[in-house]
């Protein structure tokens, strides 16, 4: 037998085997973290709902700070990815249609997925020092792109001049607690009306 025959099992070599192992651990913390809470998730829990043993998790986490960061900052690039994409498809359009665009391009995935609201805008919260550093910094990057744009579009005679960071503070601060709330409330109002009023807030804080 070859190095290369022993090293695949069922048809997958170690390199495939372990990310497997790494999307099926990042599937149980999302639901685990996205229902219970951060504090009542172990590293246990996770890996029994993952089918994954504590061996293999501590391969590929130290803890499950660990695992709760990468998935985090999957959520979090995922968005700003999005944002700077809708940003770059709508350059040379007034800011008062980028603004609500890259906005809800952001939002997005949130208020798709009520596990990923829970996960990016409660339970990273104080969840630990690291944590909260890396969550400052995602908001730093939004505060900087919102500057950006903006000082760009003052430039260009398009809207007046503002404080752009307490602006783009005020709207992420506001678009996160609306989202999360809409997202648990049993009764939501339809997801037109709610993308129309978060566009509508954006504009009123960035383009108006």
């Excluded at 130290?62 to 990815?81: Q, V």
């Excluded at 020092?129 to 730093?140: A, H, V």
Aim: glycine fraction near 6%; charge should be negative; proline fraction near 3%.
């Amino acid at each position: 037998m070859t190095e290369a025959v022993a090293r695949r099992y069922s048809g997958q070599s170690a390199d495939e085997r372990s990310a497997a192992r790494s999307d099926r651990l990042l599937g149980a913390a999302r639901e685990l973290i996205g229902t219970q809470g951060f504090p009542a998730t172990s590293v246990e829990r996770i890996c029994a709902t993952a089918k994954v043993s504590t061996r293999n998790f501590y391969e590929l986490y130290d803890n499950k700070e660990s695992i709760f960061l990468d998935l985090y900052e999957r959520i979090l690039t995922h968005s700003r990815d999005r944002a700077v994409a809708s940003l770059t498809e709508t350059s040379g359009r007034h800011m008062r249609e980028r603004v609500p665009a890259a906005l809800l391009a952001y939002l997005g995935p949130m208020i798709e997925d009520p596990l990923a609201a829970r996960i990016a805008f409660v339970e990273i919260m104080g969840a630990s020092q690291r944590l909260e550093e890396r969550r400052l910094e995602f908001r730093e990057g939004l505060v900087q792109l919102v500057e950006t744009e903006g000082s760009a579009a003052v430039d260009r005679g398009e809207i007046a001049p503002r404080d752009f960071r307490f602006a783009a503070l005020a709207l992420t601060g506001a678009a996160n607690a609306i989202i999360y709330d809409w997202a648990r409330t049993p009764d939501q109002q339809d997801v037109e009306e709610l993308e129309d009023a978060l566009a509508a807030l954006a504009v009123t804080l960035l383009a108006d």
